[in-house]
């Protein structure tokens, strides 16, 4: 089994920024993909940044240049730095780990931003 544990969520105003931080742990072998999705009330989960353990990242196209997705092979943690927030980024945030054919989910963890 593999556990993920978020961290960083809250509230912010438009325009602030907001650093989410997911640590796994459990079984966990040699190359797995983590990542972040989200889901908005009323709305389909969806995909906002995954990385490979070799570093290659893929991001939704609407998010490009705000958020930032990161890595520590050795921690085995991954992190999302979200900037410049706008209210429509208001979700719960899902961390993700993908390793052969089994995906593991985190609990998640609220992102809200409102003046």
């Known amino acids: 089994q593999v556990q993920l544990v978020e961290s960083g969520g809250g509230l912010v105003q438009p325009g602030g920024s907001l650093r989410l931080s997911c640590a796994a742990s459990g079984s966990i072998f040699s190359s797995y993909t983590m990542g972040w999705y989200r889901q908005a009330p009323g709305k389909q989960r969806e995909l906002v940044a995954t990385?490979?353990?070799?570093?290659?990242?893929n991001y939704a196209d609407s998010l490009k240049g705000r958020f930032t997705i990161s890595r520590d092979n050795a921690k085995k943690t991954v992190d999302l730095q979200m900037n410049i927030l706008k209210p429509e980024d208001t979700a719960v945030y899902y961390c993700?780990?993908?390793?052969?054919?089994?995906?593991?989910w985190g609990q998640g963890t609220q992102v809200t931003v409102s003046p």
């Open positions: 990385i490979t353990d070799g570093g290659r990242t």
């Open positions: 993700s780990l993908k390793q052969s054919v089994w995906a593991y």
